[in-house]
């Protein structure tokens, strides 16, 4: 006689007995909980990042949302100079804002700003790099490069855009700072 449907159903208290079994044998998968950083190091000093660019103030917004980055996904410490384990430095090589879209009397509908980013990690100690990464556009490979657009006639501005850049480039830095060794 063939079993009914309800016979062959797992029960819940079965499914999770199974998943809890499995559970263990996932552990040397390579998955991990948590960020993968450097065990060895505990401080961190990021210094205000530099620009060679004319357009002031985005090198401290950029700092910041690193700190604000570092502070709230890693396990260093933020602290001043000579005393940390680690230093990371950028530069701003480039900042671009360009119209994206115009009207029929070539005004800026819609515009974007991007920023391109030298990024240097190294051990304080031994002045060996942990990474050194330029992170990229298709012109420089091996820069980083945040966008963010915005339409002055929707109300946006260039402030709130170039938050929005810095933003992403900061989780983009403190993430390359994960599992980079």
Same mark, same amino acid.
């Given at each position: 006689m063939p079993s009914s449907f309800d016979d062959r159903l797992i029960s819940r208290r079965q499914a999770l007995q199974w998943g809890l079994l499995m559970f263990p044998s996932l552990a040397?998968?390579?998955?991990?909980?948590?960020?993968? +950083?450097?065990?060895? &190091?505990? =401080?961190? +000093?990021?210094?205000? &990042?530099? =620009?060679?660019?004319?357009?002031?103030?985005?090198?401290?917004?950029?700092?910041?949302?690193?700190?604000k980055q570092i502070e709230a996904r890693t396990p260093f410490q933020i602290v001043g100079g000579n005393s940390a384990d680690t230093v990371l430095t950028g530069h701003i090589r480039r900042i671009d804002k360009r119209p994206t879209n115009q009207n029929r009397f070539d005004d800026p509908r819609e515009l974007e700003i991007s920023l391109a980013v030298d990024v240097h990690w190294v051990n304080n100690r031994t002045g060996e790099p942990i990474f050194q990464r330029q992170l990229g556009a298709p012109a420089a490979l091996n820069q980083l490069v945040g966008d963010a657009s915005f339409a002055p006639e929707a109300g946006q501005s260039l402030a709130t855009a170039t938050q929005q850049a810095v933003d992403d480039l900061g989780r983009r830095i403190v993430g390359m700072m994960e599992g980079t060794w």
């Open positions: 040397g998968c390579g998955y991990m909980i948590g960020g993968q +950083y450097p065990k060895e &190091f505990r =401080t961190i +000093y990021v210094p205000t &990042f530099t =620009t060679e660019t004319f357009r002031r103030g985005f090198e401290t917004q950029l700092t910041e949302a690193v700190h």
